[in-house]
């Protein structure tokens, strides 16, 4: 069963999400050349208790820290360390839930470190284009799969690899709701969208191939080939016409001027 939330529930959803929102704010302001990914994580986790709320990942399923920092070829699941310093030209991807009241949000963006060049900064662009052509399908009446079709064609069209093994979700009263949402997947299948629901829509794209494997520390996904990759999520409530992005912020047009001047 997909659970349809009520308004106040969705009210509940809006406030972990808009927390969410607000925290990527912070760590665009982070993330620099010379900064540690510790260093963001402990910012993070600072900031979000600072709202009365609590990072959703911290000790789910044994993760040791409150985000997910994922730097070049890592795709998701790098461990925040003292060790990792940003370089100029990296691409650092930053995923982070949000708990308030029981209930949650999550979102991913991914950020150039100073001057990145142009095939990861298409990348970055594309995967975030990806999301909202994703995002675009979420709306009651259509299928989970119309999402994942509208996000594999867009990013396939460039000859990028779709990650397979992670997919979206459902969210609310846990992180991870059904249905899963693919990101890959064909038109007109998989279940019915319905007002009420709210999901986590999340494309993985990497540059090249779409295979990945996990490092030895058990959490760090990386690509088969090496090459880097992208990752943005937002979590939306479907309604009868255009979703509501309830994790929404303004950073697409902050870090990429996007969507205008957006190649
Ligand atoms: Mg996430
Ligand atoms: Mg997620």
Redesign the pocket.
Known sequence: MIPIKNEKEIELMRISSRITAETFELVWSLIKPGVSTENIDREIDRFIRSKGAKPAFKGLYGFPASACISVNEEVVHGIPSKKRILEEGDIVSV?I?VEYKGYYG???FTFPVGEVDEQKRKLMIRTLEALFKGIAMARAGNRVQDISHAIQSYAESFGYGVVRELV??G?GKA??EEPQVPNFGQPNRGPKLKAGMTL?I?PMINMGVSGVYTLDDGWTVVTQDGLPSAHY?H?VLIQDGKPEILTYNNLAREVFNWPKNNQ
């Open positions: 995923d839930g999550d979102s991913a979206g979700h969210i992180l991870h986590a999340e999520e979590t």
